[in-house]
């Protein structure tokens, strides 16, 4: 994939390519590809992105970005080939076809077999998502000039506190094109994107929001603004914490960033294939609060919904861990034949990685509460506004390590008294999940490392138990 810096694209806020253009290209260059079996897709992203820090806008950039990903299949060998200009297509082609011929011909193992590619709207139960969930026209005008002016803002309330504030806000078009020859199948989407960030710092205080979504104006920015402010005003003269085990509220950051790791705990089709991770071993099994619903779902309207895979497959609903119970598992076509279930729709290919299939979507389940009345639960605890620097540790016992930060307070009697400092913690996410006897109802969505379209999407929670700067009690769990 690259990117390309481009002249101003405002006003000009649509994808790089459309269906006509790029289902039809690839349509094309596979009809006559010398294969046996051949299919592609094409994926662009456009926008612009407004970054700031300081007292200046330094970097306002417009992107457009192509990635074109070619499958060809020769007596059963497979090879791939990559493309990153919408000019590359033919070669690519070429390229994936010639690789397979010589693959078979010199004897190389057979690639792994693949459930077959159902044709969209024949799979019984699996609907498709509702196109109104992929496009904002308020996203489509939420100009450059409106990032800027909301930059503006920040910086100047934040330097009027004797801070600083940094971050961005943008907006851009994701666009997939998939083509299958042997079927016939052809599918396009297009989806609009918006996402802000912004930290704040005054003097020893700190706070950070983040947050994306298909529609600009449930960012809800303005409000983001003000709240960022203010808690970073109030974070000041941090106290130190003891080490310990506390009652603590996860604000949707810190509890959204424990959804990135259930892709390396075992809810992927390839684990429970080796008979690996929480799925394979704690099926069926009580393995977190039964206030605790994970969700991959692309079909809902939070995070970045999306129709397909790269492979074609419709997206639907995958229950990972329902009311506390683990579940399921995202396939792709490969691992749905090794397990003899339809794949998930969970098929990705990123840079440096092998194609494989991995939560993308990842959604915690809201419920009712307010962050202040899961606050006013706690005698005595401390609100975590985000981790940092998380890390996998043991992915068997879901335990991760990282550092908290930024909007951290103590909590005596059911009220924020006063900031906190940053401290490591080591901490099994499952026992964590486990301990969990509240679920807000705001949530806030963040990117997925390296996952094309993928979000984690996640209200604030309350655990019961978190051990900060001390080693995990691991509770309840073998």
């Not at 999407?457 to 309350?462: D, L, M």
Request: charged residues 25%.
């Amino acid at each position: 994939m690259t990117d390309s810096t481009l002249d101003s694209r405002e006003g000009a806020f649509a994808p790089v390519l459309d269906q006509e253009q790029a289902t039809g290209a690839l349509e094309a260059a596979l009809a006559a590809a010398p294969a046996d079996r051949v299919e592609a897709f094409i994926t662009s992203r456009s926008g612009d992105f407004t970054r700031f820090a300081g007292s200046r806008v330094h970097q306002s950039q417009a992107i457009a970005e192509v990635q074109i990903m070619v499958r060809a299949e020769v007596d059963g060998r497979v090879s791939r080939a990559a493309a990153s200009s919408f000019e590359s297509l033919q070669e690519a082609v070429a390229r994936a076809c010639r690789s397979a011929a010589e693959q078979a011909a010199a004897g190389v193992a057979p690639a792994p077999a693949r459930a077959p590619l159902p044709q969209p709207g024949t799979e019984p139960g699996i609907a498709e998502v509702d196109p109104a969930r992929l496009w904002g026209e308020d996203t489509a005008a939420w100009s450059v000039a409106d990032h800027a002016r909301l930059a503006d803002r920040a910086m100047a309330e934040a330097h009027a506190l004797g801070g600083e504030a940094a971050g961005m806000f943008g907006r851009a078009v994701t666009e997939v094109a998939f083509h299958d020859r042997e079927s016939g199948l052809s599918r396009y989407a297009a989806a609009s994107e918006a996402q802000g960030s912004l930290t704040v710092r005054i003097e020893d205080g700190s706070s950070h929001w983040k947050d994306l979504s298909r529609f600009s104006g449930r960012l809800g920015v303005e409000a983001a603004i003000d709240r960022t402010l203010s808690e970073a005003s109030r974070t000041r003269g941090r106290a130190k914490l003891e080490p310990g085990e506390y009652d603590v509220v996860l604000g949707p950051l810190a509890a959204g960033e424990l959804l990135d790791f259930f892709g390396a705990f075992g809810f992927t089709g390839s684990a429970l294939g080796a008979g690996v991770g929480t799925v394979a071993t704690h099926r069926g099994q009580q393995v977190a609060s039964p206030l605790v619903s994970v969700h991959d779902d692309a079909t809902q309207d939070i995070g970045l919904p999306f129709p397909f895979d790269f492979q074609g497959v419709t997206k639907r609903d995958v229950p990972l861990i329902a009311d506390g119970v683990a579940r399921d598992v995202v396939t792709d076509r490969e691992t749905a034949h090794v397990l003899g279930t339809a794949s998930t729709g969970n098929f990705h290919i990123a840079r440096e990685e092998a194609p494989h299939a991995i939560p993308m979507n990842v959604v915690l389940r809201s419920a009712d509460s307010s962050e202040e009345e899961l606050i006013a639960g706690i005698e005595d605890g401390v609100y975590l506004q985000r981790f940092w620097y998380t890390r996998t540790v043991d992915p068997v016992r879901t335990t991760i390590t990282g550092v908290t930060r930024d909007a951290c307070f103590l909590i005596k009697n059911g009220r924020i008294v006063g900031p906190v400092e940053s401290m490591r913690f080591t901490m099994s996410v499952l026992d964590a999940l486990a301990r969990v006897d509240g679920v807000g109802r705001d949530s806030l969505s963040q990117p997925l490392m390296n996952v094309f379209n993928g979000s984690a999407s996640a209200p604030a929670i309350r655990v019961r138990g978190f051990s900060l700067g001390t080693a995990p009690v691991m509770r309840g769990r073998s």
